[in-house]
């Protein structure tokens, strides 16, 4: 087996690649890292992505990071159905479309929130700072609102009437709100109904991918625990 993938299922973007992985059978040599222990730092890792971030594959002697990036190679790489990245030109615009968008909205938005209302005050041991906290919403909750009333307007996905690598990145963002106890879907039934047909299509892997975003959020209820060894 060459392909290896070093990921933390913490990671918004490692959930989805190791999503893609096993929803398309392709086999990989898993390298599970683990964030809250500073893995990312070590020398070993370092020389694979100097950046010190997760999700990365080792193709052979090919290494590549950046979770967008890994998803388009291996579609050209691996024998996967052309519904995830097309071949046809105007709809692989339309999965890019999103994938551009997503960089400065969907992803820094709930990624910030979550840090905010609930990783960081984990890590520090500190409480969050209430108006940080309801600027961060703020800003999450009108790109979620994009989401519901444009990116899935008149669509079933996010780039057309099939799944795309887009639908995974976006939906493992959105996932991530839950463990600071907010619920994406609520008042939003596009979106809701969206997520779950992700989850449908993914099946079981999408429910095992994300375990520790149950774990997390039916454990804390959105409050950050005192320390993040707890987690």
């Not at 690649?17 to 370092?46: C, K, W, Y």
């Not at 520090?124 to 961060?136: D, F, H, I, L």
Request: one cysteine or more; a neutral charge.
């Amino acid at each position: 087996m060459s392909l290896k993938v070093y990921y933390d299922l913490l990671s918004q973007p490692s959930r989805a690649v190791v999503l893609f992985l096993l929803a398309n059978d392709i086999p990989f040599e898993a390298r599970e890292m683990n964030l809250l222990h500073g893995e990312q730092f070590s020398e070993e890792f370092t020389k694979l992505n100097p950046i010190k971030k997760v999700p990365v594959i080792k193709d052979g002697d090919f290494t590549l990071t950046e979770s967008v990036g890994i998803l388009r190679y291996l579609c050209r790489e691996r024998n996967v159905p052309d519904h995830w990245y097309p071949a046809d030109s105007k709809k692989q615009a339309r999965v890019d479309e999103y994938l551009e968008w997503q960089h400065t909205n969907t992803r820094s938005s709930c990624a910030l929130y979550f840090l905010n209302k609930f990783m960081l005050p984990a890590i520090k041991g500190t409480q969050p700072n209430p108006e940080t906290v309801a600027r961060r919403e703020r800003k999450m909750v009108e790109t979620l609102n994009e989401v519901e009333e444009m990116w899935l307007k008149n669509k079933s996905y996010l780039a057309g009437d099939k799944i795309s690598i887009a639908d995974l990145l976006g939906a493992c963002e959105i996932e991530q709100t839950r463990m600071a106890g907010y619920n994406p879907c609520e008042g939003r039934p596009k979106l809701s109904a969206w997520l779950e047909r992700v989850r449908r299509d993914t099946l079981p892997h999408y429910d095992a991918v994300h375990a520790i975003v149950r774990k997390v959020t039916e454990k804390y209820g959105g409050v950050a625990p005192a320390s993040i060894s707890k987690l």
